[in-house]
């Protein structure tokens, strides 16, 4: 039977191991409302940047050659789904609804009697989608926010679409709601 000193040492560590959970608790909410101010603080140039590439497009549209990056090449039998998911760990919803949006899509796009590939950025999402469609992933990129990588991307996806491997892409990521809510997005 326990004396009273292993209960006392017993409670002891008990509160030594709630102070550090406390601090714990404090380092990583100071973490999530940094991360979330620099989420919330991209908002802005991400809108921008998109009401540019619109003007962009249309003022393109006014033109008299054709630009089949923009144009497309007619009727659609080949589809590239680019899935950006994340490579760390508990993020498991997060990437369980990005790859469901993903499953989504290659089924809907299949039911239309196309053909589809998938290119993956973020190992778990690419871990996932390899189990269920393993022939469609034809490659992987890892999720490192670098010029060079989405250098590198871009180049892939315009060589894979002047060789003919896909006529029209998709890009699927988890929008930014807030800290609780990403949703999963197609475009």
Do not use: C, W
């Amino acid at each position: 039977m326990p004396s009273l000193k292993d209960y006392r040492l017993r409670i002891a560590s008990v509160k030594n191991t709630r102070k550090i959970t406390s601090a714990m608790k404090m380092v990583a909410a100071s973490k999530l409302r940094q991360a979330q101010a620099r989420a919330e603080a991209g908002r802005p140039y991400a809108e921008k940047i998109k009401e540019a590439l619109a003007r962009l497009i249309l003022a393109i549209g006014q033109r008299e050659e054709a630009l089949p990056l923009l144009d497309g090449r007619g009727e659609v039998k080949r589809v590239l789904i680019l899935a950006v998911a994340v490579d760390r760990g508990l993020s498991g919803g997060f990437n369980a609804n990005l790859v469901r949006e993903v499953r989504r899509q290659i089924v809907a796009r299949t039911l239309e009697d196309k053909e589809i590939t998938v290119i993956t950025v973020g190992r778990r999402g690419r871990d996932m989608l390899k189990r269920e469609f393993p022939h469609i992933v034809i490659k992987h990129y890892a999720f490192n926010i670098k010029y060079e990588t989405a250098e590198e991307l871009t180049t892939t996806l315009i060589d894979l679409y002047e060789d003919g491997k896909y006529d029209e892409a998709y890009v699927s990521f988890s929008q930014f709601k807030n800290v609780i809510t990403q949703i999963p997005v197609t475009q």
